[in-house]
């Protein structure tokens, strides 16, 4: 994988549609599918409200970001109402989010965030535009990166360093089984799975789950079994592969090395 963009012609004044061009080049040129393996994912045409890339071969969609500055913990995107109703869509796209150096001239990372992570808990809305703006009143929204776990960021390039396909692929794969789920139980799942990358170690006791019942009490105040709940999500993520039991009261996170 070659990370240097091959053509540096300028065809726009702006600078931002000239690295948008030969971001989405690079991606066209460089980039497989995750989710299946595929060499190539191909691009869109351009301006789709939707997403930027498509793969032949399994059918993920791609919307791509691209900017100089590492990506913090909130990233702008569209349109409040279509993103909800993208929340709800089996074809919602994947995330791109391409890291460039322009001063190199080449990519830095890429990091994908896999569809199944984005739920309601994630997406922000933001204010509306102001009456004299040429969209007054338009309501767009921002991607919560700070809420998103861990094993939701699926880096290919990281500090300029190409990972290889088998352990991106591995990664990748290690949380598909959120697919299958509803909304509400993805977001329950993907609370959990905050929590314990917020511990900061691998193996954990169920006691040390149990302290974040009052975190997510108030993230869902309706539920009054929260500490059964954790319990519930905890089996869950390990019949799936995502923990390990290793004795009574006592869990491992796998990871996808």
């Known amino acids: 994988m070659k990370l240097g ?78 993103k909800q109703e993208r929340l709800a869509s089996s074809s919602s796209p994947n995330l791109l989010l391409l890291n460039y150096d322009l001063s ?35 309501i767009g929204s921002n991607i919560l990166l700070s809420q998103i776990p861990q094993s939701g960021r699926v880096f290919i390039v990281q500090d300029g360093r190409p990972l290889s396909k088998d352990s991106v692929l591995t990664k990748w794969r290690r949380t598909l089984f959120l697919r299958n789920e509803t909304t509400e139980a993805r977001g329950w799942l993907i609370e959990v799975m905050n929590c314990l990358d917020s511990m900061g170690k691998r193996e954990f006791t169920l006691d040390e789950a149990y302290a974040f019942e009052d975190t997510l009490a108030a993230i869902y105040p309706q539920n009054r079994n929260v500490r059964p709940k954790i319990r519930q999500q905890l089996q869950f993520l390990r019949d799936r592969g995502y923990l390990e039991f290793v004795s009574r009261g006592r869990y491992k996170l796998r990871t996808s090395d």
Do not use: M
Request: aromatic content about 12%.
């Open 104 to 138: 190199e001239q080449s990519v830095r990372n890429l990091c994908i965030v896999p569809k199944h992570f984005f739920v309601p808990e994630v997406i922000e809305e933001r204010k509306p535009l102001a009456p004299t703006a040429r969209r007054a009143g338009w």
């Open 5 to 82: 963009f091959e053509d540096l012609q300028a065809p726009f004044r702006s600078g931002s549609q000239n690295a948008r061009a030969w971001t989405e080049r690079w991606v066209a040129d460089w980039v497989y599918c995750p989710n299946c393996g595929n060499p190539k994912i191909n691009q869109l045409p351009a301006n789709l409200p939707v997403a930027d890339f498509l793969c032949p071969s399994c059918g993920d969609q791609y919307e791509l970001k691209s900017q100089k500055k590492p990506f913090g913990a909130k990233v702008v995107d569209g349109a409040f109402s279509k």
